[in-house]
């Protein structure tokens, strides 16, 4: 003991440390919580009641950099019970992310908390609700996702409650590169201020990016409500040496060989081919990536993100029209740079966004832009196919490097869904590309990624990427429930990898049909991946597969033209329990397969077109319509 005492970063040092920062009720749960530990390595049977009374968290008290539990806030919870609600409207899952992340916290400061899917909720609860939290996205041009629409109906009607007695903070999930971003959030928002509630932390609106934002939102709002109830900040969670209960910073702290949108793994480019033929009018790529040591992990339906570069030619056509030096140092968070590599890697220059106008013009003071960005349809079209060179050219400013990234978003990765499955190709993962070129403003143009993949990724290249799961678009839990795919062009990439499971988890008569829908303009140059899904179907794991080639005839024929033919079959598949999946273009063809589906319910069942559209609104409030669209 006196050897120990002389030591000077000893268990014993620290613990006397951390003791003296501990208050009264802080001391007596360590007293409890030491003694548990003790019964807990004598007595396995107390192991299992201490564990079920107290949690399972089991801390290192060996160096200063342990986290402590976080039953060390378990006094802010018998002192307070303060009640929490978090509902969240999602469309993709980051919504339901977001949502859990914040109740782990939430329990973790002491929050009683109960977590809800806006499809479930209750309406007739939130009159009830004290504190209440709202994390919602927006589906496309200032739509609610369609698990967030009846309560958002509800709040906008005549039967919304007073609610005079809530407080609450909202969280939206949106991307800038559309006009009516976080559109969702920020009417919720608005409308609950005006049903009475107490605003307890200001809304925050989160871009595709947007881990930091969340955790800021987090971190103030529990402030906000743990001021409000009383507490003081020495009875929330403790924190030592930066970390709260698991997360580091306020993000989840990385394992050695977890692989993150923050820490990418680079893979490298095992296979790559053009799947169009000769003469095609589109250029399509198969690739496949090696995961092989990277622990990454994907179903079917989840996405792949990769961070892509801007082109060089991109990249000097932005110096050639501000005039500034490609070796202009420039800082960028930590790390200072030359300005050209920051435009390379750092900042998006193919799309425009409202954000990045209103900005540019902060500078420029254009009274043409100035009227743009007031009138909807006039930013919509200008916006429409331009990028950061034509805003540049057109409304010039001498920018000094500084303002210059100052008014660009960063570069966000692009998601691209996986078109396999890791049962049989371990440790790969593959992908459906197609290259995006066009000309507009006088220009030719270049998707960021698609072309990054096309022109610049070769085989053995190594391309840094992360798995980002999508929950909301998922094989059935039951493999015996049939399944209706439309997915024209790459929109087939998750469908590849659908069948790939289904064909690999059994041929029983029980299991589920596959009923596939492919279209693109030629059967001779753009039937992608045809020799397996020939073979699939030969083999009987696609029950049945209609093709739309829309340029083999006179008159265009889509996908939709095809549901349509196939009318009394594809009602017949949804009334037996069909999950219909639709993944492509979100602003003409899942427009058309949806009209085409009311259609199809109108005909064949004999209802009105008003039954009809509830019917398939039904459908995707069941989620057995989803959609993978972009």
Known sequence: MEQLLQSPNTQLDWLRQVNE??????????????YGLYIAKNDGNHNAKFEAK????????????ATLPAEFSAQTAAQTQIPLTILYGSHSGNGKKVAANAAEQAKNRGFVVKMHDMNEYPLKNLKQEKNLLVVVSTHGEGIPPIAAEDLYNHVHSPRAPKLGETSFSVLALGDKSYIHYCKTGADFDGQLEKLGATRIHPRVDCDVDFEQDVQAWIDGTFKALLDKAGVKPSSGILHTNGRTNGYANGHATPQPSTYTKQHPFEATVLEKVKLNGRGSVKETYHLELALEGSGLAYEPGDALG?????????????????????????????????????????????????????KHNAFAQSGVLQETLLD??????????????????????????????????????????????????????????????????GRHKKGVASC?????VALEGRLKVFVERNEMFKLPQ????????????????????FVEVRANNGTSTAAGKN????????????????????????????????????????????VQHKLLARSKDVFAWLENGTQFYVCGDKNRMAVDVEAALRTIVERESGVSAERAAEYVKSLKKQRRYLEDVY
């Open 376 to 441: 909807t349809s006039r930013l919509q079209s200008y916006l429409y196919g331009s990028d950061v060179v034509d805003v540049l050219t057109k409304f010039p400013v001498q920018h000094t490097p500084e303002t210059l990234i100052s008014i660009l978003r960063k570069l966000p990765p692009r998601l691209y869904s996986i078109a396999s499955s890791l049962h049989e190709h371990p440790d790969e993962a593959h992908l459906t590309v197609s290259a995006v070129r066009y000309e507009a403003g």
């Open 21 to 34: 920062t501990l208050t009264p009720q802080q001391l007596l749960w360590l007293s409890g919580y030491s």
């Open 478 to 497: 039951n493999s015996a429930t049939d399944i209706i795919m439309i997915g024209p062009g790459t929109g087939i990439a998750p469908f590849r990898a």
């Open 515 to 558: 009923w596939l829908f492919f279209g693109n303009p030629h059967f001779t140059t753009d039937f992608l991946y045809q020799t397996e899904l020939q073979q699939w179907l030969k083999k009987g794991a696609l029950a049945r597969l209609d093709l739309a080639f829309s340029r083999d005839q006179a008159d265009k024929l889509y």
């Open 452 to 456: 990054f993949l096309a022109d610049r």
């Open 306 to 358: 990769i961070y892509a570069e801007n082109s060089e030619e991109l990249v000097h056509e932005v110096l050639n029209a501000t005039n500034l030096s490609a070796d202009a140092p420039v800082q960028v968070g930590d790390s200072t740079m030359p300005l050209a590599e920051a435009l390379t890697r750092q900042y998006e220059l193919t799309i425009l966004t409202r954000d990045t106008l209103t």
């Open 54 to 65: 107290n949690g399972s968290h089991s801390p290192s008290i060996a160096a200063p950099t």
